[in-house]
């Protein structure tokens, strides 16, 4: 009897979650606090398996860690950081292999783990370069990373090996033009989710560059506006989001096909606060979120009413514009989104300084 009503109570509670994600999310709330050993040197990325049933960080000093998203627990440890490594700017999972998760980091470290293993099953170092983005290709075939050399480097997935760089432009040669590369540092890199070819980078040249990576050097299309200094920008269908690290105006939407300004998205912020953002998604196709240091919060929008399903606080910190310590640099957030809507945010990722 006890067993059937459990079950039963179950079967309940995922037909109001089904129900709940079809009509969007009725507020955004914190579902789980959960404490990790790294915590210490903060969390600089974070990112959902295909399947959202894990959560992988990345932090501060190089660590990786697991969470188990159904029991709000550590699951594992793929790396317990050092003192000499830099933090983890970013992670994703391979598309065709979820047990394979890519971890690149502000020392120039790209490192392949297996989700059953400590040991990285591969070790790529770029010298002399910071890398700030990174994505796979849909199919899983390429991924790409970007930073502060503003180069794009494509690798192979299967060998790890480098196949193509998209260099960046000379400026002592005066080789720049729009369809040339990045001008200043890179830090947002999304491949399209339905073209395999193509994909999209921004950064602090208040420009998202469009690419196909069967290109040898030039960019295809070029959207002007957005500053971007983290990872603000997303790709759906012929649709880019992006979130600028600007007072007002910051959350945008723009059509891939004409590079034009389709809609400026309200998000929540005082006039003595500004919008400020460092990270924009898509979570389904009506609705996006956001969050950046203005607020210290998130918030999910809803793309055609505008409707704001937030905010949500960041935790430990009274003053939104306070500085680590340390750092100059105001705080912001990271997250990782999983649809439908599961999200989770850390206060303690430094923002770059819009200074070159």
Not at 71 to 82: I, P, Y
Not at 335 to 345: D, E, N
Request: contains cysteine.
């Amino acid at each position: 009897m006890a067993r059937r009503r459990l079950e039963r109570a179950l079967l309940e509670s995922r037909s109001r979650e089904r129900e709940e994600a079809a009509q969007g999310p009725a507020q955004l709330r914190i579902r789980y606090q959960v404490p990790l050993s790294s915590d210490p040197h903060g969390i600089y990325s974070l990112r959902f398996a295909p399947a959202g049933g894990c959560l992988a960080a990345g932090f501060g000093n190089g660590a990786v860690q697991i969470v188990n998203v159904a029991t709000a627990s550590l699951h594992s440890s793929l790396f317990r950081g050092h003192r000499t490594r830099h933090a983890i700017t970013a992670l994703a999972y391979h598309p065709g292999r979820p047990s394979l998760l890519l971890a690149v980091g502000a020392d120039g470290i790209i490192s392949l783990y297996s989700m059953d293993s400590e040991t990285p099953l591969a070790t790529v170092t770029e010298k002399e370069n910071e890398i700030n983005a990174m994505d796979f290709c849909m199919d899983g075939s390429t991924y790409a990373t970007a930073g502060k050399d503003r180069h794009i480097r494509l690798y192979d997935s299967h060998t790890n090996q480098l196949s193509h760089i998209l260099q960046a432009p000379d400026f002592m040669t005066g080789d720049v033009t729009p369809s040339s590369g990045h001008s200043r540092r890179i830090f947002a890199l999304r491949f399209h989710p339905g073209e395999r070819h193509m994909f999209l980078t921004a950064g602090w040249d208040d420009c998202v560059k469009i690419w196909d990576k069967r290109m040898a050097k030039e960019a295809q299309r070029v959207i002007n506006g957005p500053h971007i200094c983290g990872p603000g920008l997303d790709i759906q269908g012929n649709c880019v989001l992006t979130g600028s690290w600007v007072p007002h105006n910051a959350l945008q939407l723009w059509d891939l096909r004409t590079s034009q300004l389709q809609k400026n998205l309200p998000f929540p912020g005082g006039p003595t606060q500004g919008q400020f953002l460092y990270a924009a998604r898509f979570c389904d196709q009506d609705i996006v979120m956001a969050g950046g240091s203005g607020t210290s919060g998130a918030s999910a929008i809803h793309t055609g009413t505008n409707q704001d399903y937030g905010p949500l606080r960041c935790l430990g910190t009274q003053d939104p514009q306070a500085p680590l310590p340390n750092s100059p640099a105001p705080l912001c957030e990271t997250w990782s989104i999983q649809t439908p809507g599961h999200l989770l945010a850390s206060n303690k990722l430094s923002a770059p300084e819009k200074a070159s």
